[in-house]
């Protein structure tokens, strides 16, 4: 067993080599606080769910006060520009040459089915459904532009409604359904794996690259003592980058925070480590620094853009690929951030994802000490 | 002679491959052990194993009487350098030997008066804040020694200390080391360069991990007493009697040694008649034999004979006068000037080295003279071509071969060679007729489907250079050729490159090894960006003839070379 002090003098040697080299050497500057700010604010603002200015066709073989209410209606609201078409061959020729988004066709006998008690007027919505979750967001939003025309426009003639129940929306937590509410916080926990993971595996991969991870594993200091040293360091860099991200985010894209900060931070943190402990692990395998870069861009930035419910929801996927996501950290940590922007502190939510979190952490720790001892072999 | 490492029966395998087999020796306290054999012999990994960075899979080690289950006990007794020094190139002197001083949990007052003693030890005191990455190769080896030395090992573990090191750096290093073995610390030198097994005090030669001898390197020289000559030959067709003195049953090994022949005999063996040989009115003077003598005889005696190659043909003889000139080449990077007005010239047939050590200028030089890289000033010809005008027709003539064999190792031999001949831009039946040639002329049949990554190293670098002269090039480019090859595959090789010269190719060769140097018929010593010296190899060494150095190695010469240039340079900045 060695001395506490024997310990101390060791570590802080190698802490202090480590803090040394991320003030000499910018790309680890770069990589913790310059990507964040750049990712974030590239996909921040490149990806949205939210469709706008959708242009739209509205086929109007009623020519009547209706159909030109309803035609006005579509012109009111931010997420179309409806454009007017005589006949639905015009309109489907558009819709092929991509001039419009789809369109809804309005019978001659639209005014006349709409003030009708009996039989109730059909509108044909068609949407390109190429990109279906594009093509589902506008089929909703027509439908709730036709809705709310229909309830005014009864209200109008003073006619009692004639469904015997309505559904009035309310959107919790997210009450402007803004998506950049929901994808930021997401964003913000894949670029904290992408830099965690970034960081050790370029650094330990350096360090096989100039033949100084040899010196350092020949001399009295234990793996964990070298692995811990950098994990320490690259911890408090990796906050930083953290403190970028939640900055950006606030600030930039105006995403509440409805959660306790120090809440944030410790989650935050468990979750670093898990990175960071990711990184040298992608290190055991990886001794240049090209292959670490390629290797933690594979494994850390395409689950967490695709698997982590960041983008795409999860309880939507097949069985199969729901239990994929399980295993990728990601998937708890995005899961945490949004509930800590947009709902607040919920435990019954953190503290499951949190459980998983500090696993993977212990588990990642392990296997990184376990690999690295071996890995001259 | 207390024994401080005990090795017996050690093995090691990597997957399929063993890198280490049945090793039994001893390493002696105050002593300088030699670990010497080419690349792949398995030093490094016998380094490792004894520094515990890796486990042994068979047969005991034991160090200071530990064995290996008590490591702990030892590790603050071993000092152990890795190749490229182990440093931090972003830290400074200072910091590198702290935190080592960390590492070995030294308390302030031992560090203090330890970095003084090293510091001044190795001449690094004045340059303590200057970063690591910023030192010349021979100071950076000297921190590294520094940094291996601040625990006051018992054991100090060096592997390739001197690899592309100036010869002037490498003996100032064997000063300190010397001086550390007289006060008891066991020393372990590993190195690829056999001159250097000649001034350990005992060695272990390894080859494809077997330890095929090893004891007192004077006694193990000793044996091939009488069995080693010098013969002047004549100025025309010296390779072609190389390669049939070296074919003769009572030689081991023949060698062009600058104007002379050397000739090692086979144990029993008298002097081949060396008028038929050489013709006229040759003698043969004995001369004192080498390390290298006693291996290749060693090696021989276990392998079957390498076939003499066959004289090869189809070379086409570049036009008179002169094959490659460079004048007033000079390259600069910012603000620092790698090369600085280099002009020299080579004849057709000429075999020229660039020597230097690394980070002199020589590759820069190198790869201005191939295209690869345009000069700030001067201007360049190879093969009658001006560089700087037609860049394409010269490559055309140009034949390149890297020190790392730029081959496709998932490819197989003849598609390699399909492949090359596509670049060069061979078509028809000349590709067909140039591939056959290179297959047979470089002994290639057997395994020319075989994947070039799975060949044995000698293959490779046949392929290699096949490769490169596909397109039967005036003027061949060769970057550290031989560098770490077993001595049998490295005079193969520069036999075939003599047949070549012969047929009138031109080469030229960078190299800081001296082995690879002594082939060459005109060398150039670049130092510091400058070319300093020019001549044959016989020429330089006779400049420093003495009393006390009557047969001075091209070593001797180079370091006393760039000692006049130093002096040279320091009085003029004096005056």
Known sequence: MISARTFFRRFGGLLRKEFVQIVRDPSSIAIALVMPVVLLLLIGFGISLDARNVRFGIVDENRSVESAGLFQAFANTPYFRPFSFLSSRAAEAALMRGDIEGFVVLRSDFSRRVTDPVRAADIAIVVNGVDANNARIVTGYAQGVVATWLLGHRRDRARPVLSPVTVENRYWFNPEIRSTNFI??????MVMTMIGALLTALVVAREWERGTMEAMLASPASMTEILLGKLVAYFVLGLGGLGVSVFIGLVVFEVPFRGSAEVLVGISSVFLIVSLAMGLLISTVARSQFVAAQLAFLVTFMPALILSGLMFDIESMPHWVQAVTTVFPARYFVSSLQTLFLAGTVWPVLLPNLAMLVGFAILFLALAIARTRRSLE | MPATVTLAGLGKTFGMTAALTDVTATIGAGQITGLVGPDGAGKTTLLRLIAGLLAPDTGTLEILGHPTAER????????????????????????NLNLQADLHDLDAATRRERFETLLQFTGLARFTGRLAGQLSGGMKQKLGLACALLPRPKLLLLDEPSAGVDPA?????WRIVRTMAGTGVAIV????????????????????????ASGNPADFTHRMQGRTFLVGLPEQQRHRIQRIAASLPSVAD???????LRLVLKEGSALPDLAELVGGDATAHPTRPRFEDAFVSLLQADQPPVPAPRVQEGMTRSADGIAIEARDLTRDFGTFRAVDRVSFSVKPGEILGLLGPNGAGKSTTFRMLCGLLSPSAGSAHVAGVDLGRARATARERIGYMSQKFSLYGNLSVRDNLDFFSG?????GRRRSSRIAWTIESFDLAAVADLEAGSLPLGFKQRL?????????????FLDEPTSGVDPLMRREFWSRIGGLAEGGVTVLVTSHFMEEAEYCDRLGIVYAGRMIASGSPDAMKQRFVTAELPEPTL????????????????GAAAA
């Open chain 1, 184 to 189: 930021v916080p997401g964003l913000i926990a």
């Open chain 2, 72 to 95: 702990d006990a030892v590790r603050d007794e071993i000092g152990y350098m890795p190749q490229r020094f182990g440093l931090y190139e972003d830290l400074t002197v200072q910091e």
């Open chain 2, 169 to 173: 750096s490498r003996r100032e290093l």
């Open chain 2, 189 to 212: 030198w590993s190195t690829a360069y056999l001159d250097e097994a000649e001034r350990c005090d005992s060695f272990l030669l390894l080859d494809g991990g077997r330890l095929l």
């Open chain 2, 254 to 260: 023949a060698t062009i040694q600058g104007r002379s």
């Open chain 2, 423 to 427: 670049v060069y831009g061979l078509a």
């Open chain 2, 464 to 476: 290699a250079l096949g490769c490169a002269l596909l397109h039967e090039p005036q003027v061949l």
């Open chain 2, 555 to 570: 070593e001797d010469a180079f370091v006393g070379l760039i000692r006049e240039h130093d002096a040279e340079r320091q």
